[in-house]
Every structure is written in C-alpha cells, then in structure tokens.
C-alpha cells in the first residue's frame, strides 16, 4: 500500500503538538502526542505501507521535512516538490508517475494547502478510472477545543464519504441511462450490505437486458424496488438520521421507475412496462430485441396454454408433446414461433422442413376458437406486424442503417414499438 501526504508550514505559529486520535476513538487509550498527524496514521498503518510520498514546497521542506524523516525513518520518503498552486493537470502527471496500476492508495491531506485537496481528489478520479487505483483511506486530522488547554485533534476517514458520491453517481448514470457496470463498484471499501444490493441489483437488471434474459429482467425488478426502499428507510440507530441521505433522493427515482413495472399483474404486462420504460431511455436496440421475444413468446403462449399467467416453454413442451430432434428442441421457441407466425398468415413462406411441419400441426390446437381469435388479431394487424419485423428488428438486428434508424427516426421508432405492444396486449 502507497501512502501520500502533504506537509504545509502550519500557519504564523506552525502545528500545535497535540493529543490525536482516529475519529470515535476519542476517549480510547489509543492516542499519540504529535504536531504531524502522520506519526499517528503511520504508525497505525506501517505494516501495510510499502511507499511513501510527500508533496511540499521549498518552505515546508525546510520547516518540517527533517522532522517527518525522523517519524518516519524505517521507510524511505520520496519528495514531490510542488507550487502551493498546483494545477490539477499537474497533480496527475505526478500521480502517473508514482501510481501504478492496480495499486491501493492511504491519502492524507491534514497538513496541506487550501486548494490542494480539491485538486488532488480531481486528479485521482482520472487515476481511479485509469490505472484501477484502489484508495482505501482519506485521512483529515482537525482540531477540537482550538485555543484552550484541552485541545486534541481528531483524524477523520472519509473514504466513505468518498465512496458515497460515487455510489451516487453511479446511481444517477443507471437513472439517465440504464447502464451500471458490475466492475465500476465492486472494489468499493463500504462494505455496506445496503448499498450493494442496490447496486448488485442494477448490474443484473442490466446484465439481463443486455443478454435479453427476460424472465431474469423481469425477476430483477423486485430486488431493485426493495434494494431502494431500503436505502430511503434504513436508519444507523434508531432517531438519527438516515445514513444514506445523499442517495435517497435518487434511490426514490429509481424505485418509483421500476414499481411501475412491479404493480403490473401479468408477466407480460410486466415486460410489456420494461420496454416502455426502455423507450424513455432511448434504450431502443434492447427495446426492439424485447418486443420481437414478448411478441413471439404471447404468439406461443395464447394459443397453447391461453389459461396460463406467464410464458413456461416447460409446461409448453408437455401440453404438446412434441417429439423433434434435438437442433430443433434447443430452437424450440423460435421455430414453434415462426410456425404460427406461418399458420397466422404473418408470414408466406414454410419455415420448417416437411416433417417438422407435419408434426407442429397434428400436436398443435391449431382449430380452436382461441387460435381463430389469434389469427384474426395477427391479420388485422398483419402491415404494422410485418413492418415491425422487416423494417425495425431486422435494421438494428442486421446493422442495417442502424445509425441512420436511431439518430433520424427515433419517433418513428418509438412508435411502432408502441404499436406493437399495443397488439401484444390483446393476446
């Protein structure tokens, strides 16, 4: 572990030799008597520390370097000399040099200048996503009781309030966008069992919908919706104040999204809401890529089991009997769709060889009341169904002018998806 500190030169009367302690540690035998706050984070850290660095300028160095060697003399220091108005372009440039990748970081900004800590928290957001570097502790030591004789210092870590706004960051990119990647926040140090679910939620809605898992979508929503209202309700103790304070206000966004998806009764209503909700994101492949499984799947579902709640290509496969080769039991649903779509008369050509076909209409309902009642929706709907099919799914499938399709048509996009939802929701 790299440890990074700052020496300033402590005012007109330079750093008061004080009692210091870690935060909550106040009344604890665990104390050091110091004027440099990095004997105390030193010594509690130095079998872990393998490096460490000093920013200074050429006046701190000559009042306090001496000093800080002697603290710290079983490791050698490497100084970075730097102007008290440092740019952050600056600080980066230090930070590649002596960061490498992967590495875990303890910052200490106690004795520093004023602007330096904003400026060295910029650089390392760079580093963060650069190189992965791990910063495991932010330390700031402050005074308590200032001008009195029971002054002591407090040094405070606030790695988690670090780390909390960029939980909310990521918390409010999934909001525009939908997107979190798992790797974004799995080294984050909280170890808060709250926040990563929340998180660990998002990444599998995510996961899903990129892998067009909608049964796993779908089962998703339910982890997300109680994932936030835990951040919005949970209290450290009872009567304080909500720890998560910061991230409520975006925790209830994303929880008022996917209850719109949760109070839907229906499987289908259900990811009928998730493609809805994909539009408003402009999440339009996914969006498509759904639509076209929905709509295939409730072909399925509304004239073999119509009594059943939800698709369950298992009870399908028993109600029917069916008894195929194995290229066609892995393609079931995809070649039983394309049949009906035969059969509905949305498509001309036979999808399947002789025997196959042979097979689907002997084991299939195919003379009931309820697939004429199909077939008569699939036919009246036939142009909005074909054009979904051959003009959508197919250009964002095929990269068939995908660019042009997205950028120019988005309107256009998003209203024949409606529409076919829309005929979707009358199977």
């Not at 130095?46 to 050429?58: H, N």
């Not at 910052?107 to 520093?112: E, G, I, M, N, Q």
């Not at 042009?404 to 829309?422: A, D, F, P, R």
């Amino acid at each position: 572990m790299k440890y990074i500190t700052f020496l300033g030169v402590g005012g007109k009367n330079g750093y008061s030799n004080l009692k210091t302690y870690f935060g909550g540690e106040e009344n604890s035998s665990h104390f050091t008597t110091t004027n440099l706050v990095q004997k105390h984070i030193y010594n509690s850290f130095k079998d872990q520390i393998d490096r460490v660095y000093v920013f200074l300028t050429k006046e701190s160095k000559e009042k306090y370097f001496d000093e800080l060697s002697r603290i710290i003399k079983d490791q050698k220091i490497e100084e970075i000399l730097i102007d008290q108005n440092i740019s952050s372009e600056q600080f980066i440039s230090h930070l590649i040099r002596v960061l490498d990748r992967e590495d875990e970081l303890i910052l200490d900004v106690t004795h520093s200048f004023r602007k330096i800590p904003i400026r060295l928290l910029f650089a390392l957001r760079y580093i963060e996503a650069m190189n992965q570097v791990k910063i495991r502790h932010i330390f700031y030591g402050e005074v308590e009781n200032s001008n009195t004789e029971d002054a002591y210092s407090i040094v405070h870590d606030l790695v988690k309030d670090y780390q909390m706004q960029k939980v909310a960051e990521y918390l409010t990119q999934f909001d525009r966008t939908l997107i979190i990647r798992r790797e974004d926040w799995e080294d984050l140090t909280m170890r808060d069992p709250i926040i990563e679910s929340l998180l660990n939620a998002l990444a599998t809605f995510n996961e899903m919908t990129e892998l067009c898992n909608l049964d796993s979508a779908c089962t998703s929503v339910s982890k997300i919706v109680k994932s936030a209202k835990k951040i919005e309700t949970k209290n450290q103790q009872a009567g304080s104040e909500n720890q998560y304070t910061l991230l409520i206000p975006l925790a209830k966004k994303i929880r008022q999204k996917f209850e719109r998806v949760q109070n839907r009764k229906t499987e289908k209503e259900k990811l009928s809401e998730i493609i809805q909700i994909m539009l408003e994101h402009e999440r339009y492949q996914i969006a498509t890529t759904f639509t076209d499984e929905l709509f295939n799947r409730e072909l399925i579902r509304s004239i073999i089991t119509p009594d059943a709640h939800k698709y369950d290509q298992k009870k399908i496969k028993e109600e029917t009997g069916i008894e195929m080769s194995g290229s066609f039991m892995k393609n079931f649903s995809f070649k039983l769709s394309q049949f009906l779509k035969y059969k509905t008369e949305l498509r001309k050509e036979r999808p399947l060889h002789e025997r196959e076909m042979k097979e689907l209409e002997n084991k299939l309902p195919l003379q009931t009341s309820n697939f004429k009642r199909v077939r008569r929706i699939c036919k009246s709907n036939k142009s909005e169904i074909n054009n979904f099919s051959s003009h959508i799914r197919n250009s964002m499938n095929h990269a068939s002018g995908v660019n042009s399709s997205i950028e120019s048509q988005k309107g256009s996009l998003k209203s024949e998806i409606t529409k076919m939802l829309n005929i979707i929701s009358k199977f």
